[in-house]
């Protein structure tokens, strides 16, 4: 028999290219492919972009340049442009850079293998198509492997929503979910393999209408099917927009004991202006309700949110708006940036904001929301709290998991074993983490 083939794969950017960079290891797994950590070794390397800021495209050529002296001295070892940036520039890929032999956009790596195929006889291969099929269905999953405790499942991709200043409708697509038997079957496969936690995606996932046995399904419904999976013990969901945050969704997140209390629920911005030329169609307002009917129905609740500093036009009087937001949410974790154009998208004609003022703004609001962050870690404090152990820690004895918040708990002299979930009291809150010891 000969030996396996190589294959190194480097992800960039979302959970979803996580899942897809998974997915595609054991598809090729199929051809004979088994994974390496490094690409020295490597018989193809693929590198799966992300297209969502700055100058991504770049860093992929880039990155790409630093693959001549391995191909010089393999030339049989095959080079590949996954995810957001392969579907952007496509062809140019491979005028810019040679040495890439096959280009696939994030819809078709179920044809991964005959393109695999073709590269291996010296072609040259592109497919940036958005097909019909489901692409995930046909996508190999390795039988039965062992599995860490948490894992990933696409359940909706794309998005319709056209924000101004967002590539992802052009890169990942139409909005389309998946239709929830595969869903199910899928997360039945997960935890047969290990799995206690899956985190169902999508670029919009509260917007999930997928097919089920009575017609469309809402990602509540989608949840309820999960929670009489034996042996899943929490589920979670990412990314949702405001404006889909349906009822039964929210009633779920004061019933459902699976699903966990915390949600992302990015706002971008909290100047109505703004967020008009952002094309979000929601208010501060209207955000900042839905908040609080989320926290009616699950009062602990731990909310996550996205912002955009330094969007064309942003006065500083815009930005004030939206460190009251912040002031007024109190945001548990979040993720912040500096408006980065994207070509092709109606805000990259806009007036742009002073590279050096947006500079500020993003300081002065990771200083607030890091305050919050902070504050909210060491609220767990004296509390009790379900931790799902993912690791060993650095020290003997120690182990490390997730609470219900996703906050990395450290416990030490832990008899717990990777996979379990257990009862811990926190006992101190540190810079990214919370220490606590097992109740029982
Ligand atoms: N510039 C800066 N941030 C962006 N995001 C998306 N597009 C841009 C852009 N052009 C941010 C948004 C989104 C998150 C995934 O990335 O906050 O919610
Ligand atoms: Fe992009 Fe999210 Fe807006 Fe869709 S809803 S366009 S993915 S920021």
């Not at 890169?171 to 206690?196: F, Q, Y």
Request: charged share 30%; hydrophobic share 35%; proline share 5%.
């Amino acid at each position: 028999m000969s030996a396996p083939k190589k294959l190194y794969i480097k992800t960039y950017g979302c959970q979803m290219n996580v899942y897809d960079s998974e997915r595609m290891a054991e598809t090729l797994g199929g051809q004979g492919y088994v994974e390496t950590k490094t690409p020295d070794d490597a018989d193809m390397i693929l590198l799966n972009t992300c297209h969502i800021r700055e100058k991504a495209a770049e860093k992929v050529y880039s990155e790409l340049g630093r693959f001549k002296g391995l191909k010089a001295e393999k030339p049989d070892l095959k080079i590949g442009v996954a995810g957001c940036v392969a579907q952007a520039e496509g062809e140019e890929i491979m005028r810019r850079q040679p040495l890439v032999d096959l280009v696939v956009g994030p819809q078709s790596y179920h044809r991964l293998p005959e393109m695999e195929a073709k590269a291996g006889a010296g072609e040259k291969v592109l497919d940036t198509d958005f097909p019909e099929e489901d692409k995930f269905e046909k996508l190999k999953r390795r039988a039965k492997a062992k599995r860490g405790p948490t894992a990933f499942l696409t359940v909706q991709e794309g998005c319709d929503k056209f924000c101004a200043f967002c590539v992802v409708p052009y890169t990942r697509g139409a909005e389309v979910s998946r239709p929830a038997d595969r869903i199910l079957r899928e997360a039945e496969d997960l935890v047969e393999r290990g799995v206690r936690e899956i985190t169902l995606l999508g670029q919009n996932v509260n917007a999930y209408h997928g097919a089920g046995p009575n017609g469309d399904m809402t990602l509540a419904q989608l949840i309820w099917e999960l929670d009489k999976v034996d042996g899943l013990e929490r589920i979670r969901f990412t990314t949702s927009h405001p404006n889909d945050m349906m009822d039964d969704l929210i009633e779920a997140h004061g019933t459902c004991a699976k699903l966990m209390p915390y949600l992302h629920l990015p706002v971008q911005a909290g100047s109505d202006k703004i967020l008009k030329r952002m094309n979000r169609s929601h208010t501060a307002e209207s955000y900042i309700r839905l908040i609080e009917r989320i926290r009616a129905a699950r009062p602990d609740i731990l909310i996550s949110g996205d912002f955009i500093v330094g969007f064309p036009e942003e006065t500083e009087e815009d930005f004030q708006a939206t460190l009251d937001l912040v002031e007024e949410v109190k945001y548990g974790t979040a993720y912040s940036f500096k408006y980065s154009t994207r070509p092709g998208t109606p805000a990259a004609e806009r007036a742009q904001v002073d590279p050096k003022e947006a500079d500020d703004r993003l300081q002065r609001l990771q200083a607030l929301l890091t305050r919050q962050q902070r504050e909210v870690q060491d609220s767990m404090v004296g509390r009790e709290l379900g931790v799902l152990f993912e690791k060993k820690g650095r020290f003997p004895g120690q182990m490390v998991g997730k609470s219900d918040y996703l906050h990395a708990v450290h416990v030490a002299d832990c008899d717990a074993e990777i996979g379990d979930l257990r009862r811990v009291r926190i006992v101190s809150s540190g810079a990214n983490s919370l220490a606590g010891e097992l109740i029982t």
